[in-house]
């Protein structure tokens, strides 16, 4: 059975930086591609940073490139996400994932994905 379990939201001002982290059993990194969306209320989700495979590639959607670093150790099983220069518009529910797919449609085929973690970032 898959479990994802994040870890490090919480409440920072804009401009500060935050990690966050994600625990995973019972999955191969191998097999699956692992990243992060998130979820502002009222709003659609965001697919936010993901990490390939074979870890050499990471998409980022364009609202935090440059911004957002998404890295994994394959080793501890953990999935980070280092987020920095943080904007208001940042704030949302953020969920690690996991899916077979690689590319934009990721969403859409979810495998797995923890309960999310809050962050909410102050203007």
């Known amino acids: 059975q898959v479990q994802m379990v994040e870890h490090g939201g919480g409440l920072v001002q804009a401009g500060e930086s935050l990690r966050l982290a994600c625990a995973v059993s019972?999955?191969?990194?191998?097999?699956?591609?692992t990243g992060w969306f998130r979820q502002a209320p009222g709003k659609e989700r965001e697919g936010v940073a993901l990490?390939?495979?074979?870890?050499?590639?990471?998409l980022y959607a364009d609202s935090v490139k440059g911004r957002f670093t998404a890295s994994r150790d394959k080793t501890k099983k953990l999935l980070y996400l280092q987020m920095n220069s943080l904007k208001p518009e940042d704030t949302a529910t953020y969920y690690c994932?996991?899916?077979?797919?690689?590319?934009?449609?990721?969403?859409?085929?979810?495998?797995?994905w923890g309960q999310g973690t809050l962050v909410t970032v102050s203007s």
């Open positions: 990490v390939k495979w074979s870890g050499e590639e990471t």
């Open positions: 019972g999955l191969n990194f191998d097999d699956y591609a």
């Open positions: 994932a996991a899916s077979l797919v690689y590319g934009g449609s990721w969403l859409k085929s979810l495998d797995a």
